[in-house]
């Protein structure tokens, strides 16, 4: 089949991955004019380690993972009231941190040396409009030019445009906002002391806000700013409006306590800065004839989950995996595929009924648990966290398999003959 998948990110990168090894021909459109190789720390947890695995990619994985070691709670003295290392005994669920952390750059980056000699990338252009009729998809480009496709996968983020153009205007977009719940993201330059180590740091102050950091190299850290706001500012800032995003957090975050105003002062000149409002998309279904979804346009779980990227991975693999099971693949003796056109439909169904169940593990209960009496919003409050993580650190649980995501229960990750060396 002729394939165009709308975004480069991690979720497009491994779809044309799997796809092009089964031997379609598949184009990637993506809009920035490189590959998007920027964004902080992420991991892989569960189904996604094995998938990264069976992509044949854990050599080049491994050679990129981030250093660090665990995950401290501070008060604001700075002084350490819980500690959760990673789990690297490579058995049960990861911690905070797991064994495989990485940066989001470099993750995109290996995945697409690994498949773009047999993909056709086109920088620097996305999906203007599609037309789906007559037995293929008529996208129209933004730059202009038009190309018919047997599928269109849109696979452009939390606020996917394809989504958007698939379901209508007449139909809601599927994204449910986590109400007032906001991340930003960025760098700082702060040479490593001596003795300091790989260690992130959560701080938790008053008013719902929080402040995470985390060491990858020696010269600078990732810089993590939450929380639950009303700020009528940040609210009202156009998304990408750097420059509003950045003052309405410093009014947000001022007096936060620990090393805030620091941090606030280093923001304004971090030129890798990037808001989030923090939300789950939910649809009834990721396809339409002939256009589908994957990765957080389908299905984001929210930051909230630690499953993002490790939803992304799997969810293209069981994509691409139905429609190697359905619609055939290249025969060894020359391209030869097998109702390709006709098992579609049949492979789109497939995917949907395979990875709903994940999803919606993944996603339970996260809009529910981000009321205002799950984040402590006083000092008090704060305290009494302080206390109850202090014990758990000191018992060593494993806190991070409670909170995150990651343990869903009663589902096997699907084999795909079709798909083996």
């Given at each position: 089949?002729?394939?165009?998948?709308?975004?480069?990110?991690?979720?497009?990168?491994?779809?044309?991955?799997?796809?092009?090894?089964?031997?379609?021909?598949?184009?990637?459109?993506?809009?920035?004019?490189?590959?998007?190789?920027?964004?902080?720390?992420?991991?892989?947890?569960?189904?996604?380690?094995?998938?990264?695995?069976?992509?044949?990619?854990?050599?080049?994985?491994?050679s990129k993972l981030a250093p660090?070691?665990?995950?401290?709670?501070?008060?604001?003295?700075?002084?350490?009231?819980?500690?959760?290392?990673?789990?690297?005994?490579?058995?049960?669920?990861?911690?905070?941190?797991?064994?495989?952390?990485?940066?989001?750059?470099?993750?995109?980056?290996?995945?697409?040396?690994?498949?773009?000699?047999?993909?056709?990338?086109?920088?620097?252009?996305?999906?203007?409009?599609?037309?789906?009729?007559?037995?293929?998809?008529?996208?129209?480009?933004?730059?202009?030019?038009?190309?018919?496709?047997?599928?269109?996968?849109?696979?452009?983020?939390?606020?996917?445009?394809?989504?958007?153009?698939?379901?209508?205007?007449?139909?809601?977009?599927?994204?449910?906002?986590?109400?007032?719940?906001?991340?930003?993201?960025?760098?700082?330059?702060?040479?490593?002391?001596?003795?300091?180590?790989?260690?992130?740091?959560?701080?938790?102050?008053?008013?719902?806000?929080?402040?995470?950091?985390?060491?990858?190299?020696?010269?600078?850290?990732?810089?993590?700013?939450?929380?639950?706001?009303?700020?009528?500012?940040?609210?009202?800032?156009?998304?990408?409006?750097?420059?509003?995003?950045?003052?309405?957090?410093?009014?947000?975050?001022?007096?936060?306590?620990?090393?805030?105003?620091?941090?606030?002062?280093?923001?304004?000149?971090?030129?890798?800065?990037?808001?989030?409002?923090?939300?789950?998309?939910?649809?009834?279904?990721?396809?339409?004839?002939?256009?589908?979804?994957?990765?957080?346009?389908?299905?984001?779980?929210?930051?909230?989950?630690?499953?993002?990227?490790?939803?992304?991975?799997?969810?293209a693999y069981i994509l691409a995996?139905?429609?190697?099971?359905?619609?055939?693949?290249?025969?060894?003796?020359?391209?030869?595929?097998?109702?390709?056109?006709?098992?579609?439909?049949?492979?789109?169904?497939?995917?949907?009924?395979?990875?709903?169940?994940?999803?919606?593990?993944?996603?339970?209960?996260?809009?529910?648990?981000?009321?205002?009496?799950?984040?402590?919003?006083?000092?008090?409050?704060?305290?009494?966290?302080?206390?109850?993580?202090?014990?758990?650190?000191?018992?060593?649980?494993?806190?991070?398999?409670?909170?995150?995501?990651?343990?869903?229960?009663?589902?096997?990750?699907?084999?795909?003959?079709?798909?083996?060396?």
């Amino acid at each position: 089949m002729k394939v165009l998948i709308n975004g480069g990110g991690i979720a497009g990168n491994a779809l044309a991955f799997w796809l092009s090894k089964l031997g379609h021909d598949v184009t990637v459109a993506e809009r920035f004019p490189s590959l998007r190789a920027t964004g902080l720390q992420i991991d892989l947890r569960g189904h996604g380690i094995e998938v990264m695995k069976r992509m044949g990619l854990e050599e080049a994985y491994h050679s990129k993972l981030a250093p660090e070691q665990g995950l401290q709670i501070v008060d604001k003295s700075g002084s350490r009231r819980a500690y959760f290392p990673a789990n690297t005994t490579g058995k049960g669920p990861q911690n905070f941190t797991t064994e495989y952390e990485i940066m989001r750059g470099d993750l995109c980056r290996i995945i697409h040396d690994a498949t773009k000699d047999r993909t056709a990338y086109i920088f620097g252009t996305s999906i203007e409009s599609f037309d789906d009729k007559d037995g293929s998809v008529e996208v129209r480009f933004t730059d202009g030019s038009t190309n018919c496709f047997d599928l269109l996968v849109g696979a452009d983020g939390q606020g996917s445009r394809t989504r958007k153009m698939m379901l209508g205007s007449d139909t809601a977009d599927g994204f449910y906002p986590l109400n007032g719940v906001c991340v930003a993201y960025f760098t700082i330059p702060r040479p490593i002391q001596e003795g300091e180590g790989y260690i992130a740091t959560q701080y938790m102050a008053p008013g719902r806000r929080g402040v995470m950091t985390r060491r990858h190299s020696p010269n600078e850290i990732q810089v993590y700013l939450g929380g639950t706001t009303d700020s009528e500012r940040l609210k009202n800032a156009r998304r990408g409006d750097v420059r509003e995003e950045k003052e309405a957090l410093s009014e947000i975050f001022q007096g936060a306590g620990w090393q805030t105003d620091e941090i606030i002062k280093s923001m304004k000149d971090a030129n890798d800065f990037y808001c989030e409002r923090l939300g789950l998309v939910k649809l009834e279904s990721w396809y339409r004839g002939r256009v589908a979804l994957v990765g957080d346009a389908a299905y984001c779980p929210s930051a909230n989950t630690g499953m993002g990227t490790t939803s992304a991975i799997v969810g293209a693999y069981i994509l691409a995996g139905e429609i190697g099971r359905h619609c055939g693949r290249p025969s060894r003796e020359g391209p030869r595929v097998d109702g390709a056109k006709d098992g579609l439909a049949t492979a789109l169904m497939a995917y949907e009924q395979k990875f709903q169940p994940f999803m919606k593990q993944v996603q339970k209960g996260v809009l529910e648990d981000t009321g205002p009496d799950m984040i402590p919003s006083t000092a008090f409050g704060i305290a009494i966290m302080h206390c109850i993580l202090g014990v758990a650190s000191l018992f060593k649980v494993n806190v991070g398999k409670w909170m995150l995501k990651e343990n869903v229960k009663g589902w096997d990750l699907p084999e795909y003959e079709e798909m083996r060396d």
